[in-house]
């Protein structure tokens, strides 16, 4: 039994369908003192907890909260309406624990990407970056495209911007043009290709112009409660008019509210201190944009009757019925500031996703080009940027807005399962260049001999020879300890064990939520798979819950860092709530990711499988990673 676990081969040659499946499932190791970097320029290391406070919450404060108070109040919560946005928040916060981790423990560009090729696979991974790149795509071109309408209200009317600005049809083509949404897009793209320090400095002053106008509606629209009475309070139909299904409805809505704090993991690279600031960022900005939602919702369902709300403008016709009109320009310009922040927290992890998947041999290496002046991945943030632009200018992307969800709740997804497996199955094997060949090779036959010897020794008692039964002296060997084989055992089997029943809680959580949201199938049926769902789900629980964690997760990636609490069941209940919000997405928005989706994978099997860097990588027990690096002085640090 030699070092060598793996060499995998698979770039197309080979007809082998295990080996192709291999390619799927191979892993990419944590950035490490000992692996430079390919000869990959890094991202400069610039940004602080305040920085990463503006990137965070100005990339989840978009313009929703100025309209979701008034559909969700009316339609769903009724007063409510903060009971609703706390529930999101805290299952917004699931996911924010678990990105909490492992950005802490792998700080490289990529977020959810980079952290399913590490914990899960390549194939995985591939998806949830193709995925990403959607969301990033569509999400900053409805940003853009819902900042005109806002601008023209403060230059006093739907058609007051200038000619050069204004939304214009094209009869031939049948498409309305806006050519602000394009122009902003270029502008923020310009901003990012500066540095990384320079735009965080302009996303912190549009964000803290935001906070200030959401800060002006709790507390103005405070007194105005106290002084008239809290009207909105004094209903007939209570506080729980539409009851606790009501609320939990109003709940799954807002809680796309809470979508933007992954940004602060895209930056993981160019944080100066990632174990310590980046848990920090998350959760930080996370807690403000909840207490900021929560408090905007106790004001305006307080003014004014949750049923006589104006579902589009809820906040400005509150105050303007208390006679104040002129708040409006106010609300207005919060309500632009924070699609402008939104704009720049969508457009700036897109780009470093990109770089990540290029750095990996997955797309062409012009995505991993870093400028040596600005250090950001200039080439990918200007593409990016121009293809935005276009979509922003030609598409009402409005209708493909719900594909943004689904690459955001995918990722939270298969962060919360890197998580069960960083804790109970943590990658064991770890990929070597092929250049190490000669250092694998020997550290390989150094234990091949002691593997040798230890058999021996299991035939033979400790302490004597085979030619005689006289103690053995001198010989510098270490007695054989069959409790160390059983340990080893052991270990295997509980790793096999936990994998098994991390199976069996995603299988459990696809039936239950299939099975609960899909209300034609015949009621036998559905209850039928819902119960077997439910029981894989907490069968699967019970035993992680019991199984004791890997003693590996002490040292996996940089240590130091925040460790995610109440491991197995928080991370089970985030990959439950994600999993239930993606079903119930409709059927219109999952055949146009599916569409997609087909399209990612016949481009990861024609050129991102051939090129990856983990072709020829050399997979060796991890456990003997540092000493093949110290026979080699190649990868010294």
Same mark, same amino acid.
């Given at each position: 039994?030699?070092?060598?676990?793996?060499?995998?081969?698979?770039?197309?040659?080979?007809?082998?369908?295990?080996?192709?499946?291999?390619?799927?499932?191979?892993?990419?190791?944590?950035?490490?003192?000992?692996?430079?970097?390919?000869?990959?320029?890094?991202?400069?290391?610039?940004?602080?907890?305040?920085?990463?406070?503006?990137?965070?919450?100005?990339?989840?404060? &978009?313009?929703?909260?100025?309209?979701?108070?008034?559909?969700?109040?009316?339609?769903?919560?009724?007063?409510?309406?903060?009971?609703?946005?706390?529930?999101?928040?805290?299952?917004?916060?699931?996911?924010?624990?678990?990105?909490?981790?492992?950005?802490?423990?792998?700080?490289?560009?990529?977020?959810?990407?980079?952290?399913?090729?590490?914990?899960?696979?390549?194939?995985?991974?591939?998806?949830?970056?193709?995925?990403?790149?959607?969301?990033?795509?569509?999400?900053?071109? +409805?940003?853009?495209?819902?900042?005109?309408?806002?601008?023209?209200?403060?230059?006093?009317?739907?058609?007051?911007?200038?000619?050069? *600005?204004?939304?214009?049809?094209?009869?031939?083509?049948?498409?309305?043009?806006?050519?602000?949404?394009?122009?902003?897009?270029?502008?923020?793209?310009?901003?990012?290709?500066?540095?990384?320090?320079?735009?965080?400095?302009?996303?912190?002053?549009?964000?803290?112009?935001?906070?200030?106008?959401?800060?002006?509606?709790?507390?103005?629209?405070?007194?105005?409660?106290?002084?008239?009475?809290?009207?909105?309070?004094? *209903?007939?139909?209570?506080?729980?008019?539409?009851?606790?299904?009501?609320?939990?409805?109003?709940?799954?809505?807002?809680?796309?509210?809470?979508?933007?704090?992954?940004?602060?993991?895209?930056?993981?690279?160019?944080?100066?201190?990632?174990?310590?600031?980046?848990?920090?960022?998350?959760?930080?900005?996370?807690?403000?944009?909840?207490?900021?939602?929560?408090?905007?919702?106790?004001?305006?369902?307080?003014?004014?009757?949750?049923?006589?709300?104006?579902?589009?403008?809820?906040?400005?016709?509150?105050?303007?019925?208390?006679?104040?009109?002129?708040?409006?320009?106010?609300?207005?310009? &919060?309500?632009?500031?924070?699609?402008?922040?939104?704009?720049?927290?969508?457009?700036?992890?897109?780009?470093?996703?990109?770089?990540?998947?290029?750095?990996?041999?997955?797309?062409?290496?012009?995505?991993?080009?870093?400028?040596?002046?600005?250090?950001?991945?200039?080439?990918?943030?200007?593409?990016?940027?121009?293809?935005?632009?276009?979509? +922003?200018?030609?598409?009402?992307?409005?209708?493909?807005?719900?594909?943004?969800?689904?690459?955001?709740?995918?990722?939270?997804?298969?962060?919360?399962?890197?998580?069960?497996?960083?804790?109970?199955?943590?990658?064991?094997?770890?990929?070597?260049?092929?250049?190490?060949?000669?250092?694998?090779?020997?550290?390989?036959?150094?234990?091949?001999?002691?593997?040798?010897?230890?058999?021996?020794?299991?035939?033979?008692?400790?302490?004597?020879?085979?030619?005689?039964?006289?103690?053995?002296? &001198?010989?510098?060997?270490?007695?054989?300890?069959?409790?160390?084989?059983?340990?080893?055992?052991?270990?295997?089997?509980?790793?096999?064990?936990?994998?098994?029943?991390?199976?069996?809680?995603?299988?459990?959580?696809?039936?239950?939520?299939?099975?609960?949201? +899909?209300?034609?199938?015949?009621?036998?049926?559905?209850?039928?798979?819902?119960?077997?769902?439910?029981?894989?789900?907490?069968?699967?629980?019970?035993?992680?819950?019991?199984?004791?964690?890997?003693?590996?997760?002490?040292?996996?990636?940089?240590?130091?860092?925040?460790?995610?609490?109440?491991?197995?069941?928080?991370?089970?209940?985030?990959?439950?709530?994600?999993?239930?919000?993606?079903?119930? *997405?409709?059927?219109?928005?999952?055949?146009?990711?599916?569409?997609?989706?087909?399209?990612?994978?016949?481009?990861?099997?024609?050129?991102?499988?051939?090129?990856?860097?983990? *072709?020829?990588?050399?997979?060796?027990?991890? +456990?003997?990673?540092?000493?093949?690096?110290?026979?080699?002085?190649?990868?010294?640090?």
């Amino acid at each position: 039994m030699g070092l060598l676990v793996d060499q995998p081969n698979d770039g197309g040659s080979s007809s082998n369908g295990y080996s192709g499946f291999r390619s799927f499932i191979r892993r990419k190791q944590v950035d490490s003192v000992h692996v430079k970097s390919e000869g990959h320029q890094q991202l400069a290391k610039e940004l602080s907890v305040l920085q990463l406070l503006a990137i965070g919450v100005g990339s989840t404060i &978009g313009a929703g909260v100025y309209v979701l108070v008034g559909t969700v109040a009316r339609e769903h919560s009724g007063p409510a309406l903060t009971i609703s946005f706390l529930i999101a928040g805290i299952a917004a916060a699931l996911s924010a624990f678990c990105y909490a981790e492992l950005a802490s423990r792998c700080p490289s560009a990529g977020s959810a990407y980079h952290y399913s090729y590490i914990c899960v696979g390549e194939g995985v991974a591939w998806l949830i970056g193709w995925a990403l790149i959607l969301e990033y795509t569509i999400g900053g071109s +409805a940003v853009a495209r819902g900042i005109s309408p806002n601008l023209a209200l403060l230059f006093g009317g739907e058609d007051s911007l200038p000619i050069f *600005l204004a939304r214009a049809y094209i009869p031939g083509l049948d498409v309305m043009v806006d050519p602000c949404a394009a122009i902003l897009v270029l502008v923020v793209t310009g901003l990012l290709c500066v540095g990384i320090k320079e735009s965080a400095f302009v996303q912190a002053i549009v964000t803290t112009a935001n906070v200030c106008v959401m800060l002006f509606v709790i507390i103005v629209g405070g007194y105005l409660g106290f002084k008239t009475g809290w009207a909105g309070y004094e *209903l007939p139909s209570g506080y729980f008019p539409y009851g606790v299904n009501g609320v939990l409805a109003g709940s799954a809505t807002v809680f796309f509210a809470y979508i933007g704090f992954d940004s602060v993991a895209s930056t993981a690279e160019e944080v100066k201190n990632p174990q310590r600031d980046l848990p920090l960022g998350i959760g930080i900005a996370l807690s403000i944009c909840c207490s900021l939602y929560m408090l905007v919702s106790v004001v305006i369902v307080g003014l004014v009757p949750y049923s006589a709300m104006d579902p589009d403008t809820p906040i400005s016709s509150a105050f303007a019925s208390h006679g104040m009109e002129w708040a409006v320009y106010i609300i207005t310009a &919060g309500a632009v500031t924070a699609l402008c922040s939104t704009l720049m927290g969508s457009i700036l992890p897109q780009p470093r996703i990109l770089m990540a998947m290029a750095r990996d041999g997955l797309l062409p290496q012009f995505f991993s080009d870093v400028n040596k002046h600005t250090q950001v991945p200039v080439k990918s943030t200007i593409l990016t940027g121009i293809g935005s632009a276009l979509l +922003a200018f030609f598409m009402d992307v409005s209708q493909l807005a719900g594909m943004v969800s689904v690459g955001t709740l995918l990722a939270f997804t298969v962060v919360a399962i890197s998580i069960l497996i960083l804790r109970y199955v943590p990658p064991d094997e770890m990929p070597l260049p092929s250049s190490l060949q000669e250092s694998i090779d020997s550290v390989s036959l150094q234990y091949s001999n002691t593997l040798d010897i230890n058999r021996q020794n299991l035939r033979y008692p400790v302490g004597t020879s085979k030619d005689s039964d006289q103690p053995l002296e &001198g010989k510098g060997e270490a007695p054989f300890d069959p409790l160390i084989v059983k340990e080893e055992k052991f270990n295997e089997e509980r790793r096999r064990i936990a994998a098994w029943n991390i199976t069996s809680v995603c299988v459990g959580v696809l039936l239950l939520t299939s099975s609960a949201s +899909a209300e034609n199938l015949p009621s036998l049926f559905r209850f039928s798979v819902c119960g077997l769902g439910g029981v894989l789900l907490l069968c699967g629980l019970i035993a992680l819950t019991w199984i004791d964690q890997d003693n590996a997760r002490h040292t996996f990636g940089h240590t130091g860092g925040f460790i995610c609490p109440f491991v197995p069941l928080l991370p089970v209940a985030c990959i439950l709530i994600n999993v239930y919000l993606m079903i119930n *997405l409709g059927a219109g928005t999952w055949t146009r990711v599916s569409v997609w989706m087909v399209v990612g994978i016949f481009i990861y099997l024609f050129y991102g499988r051939r090129h990856s860097l983990l *072709l020829n990588a050399v997979y060796v027990p991890t +456990a003997h990673a540092d000493e093949i690096y110290r026979t080699s002085g190649e990868y010294l640090a």
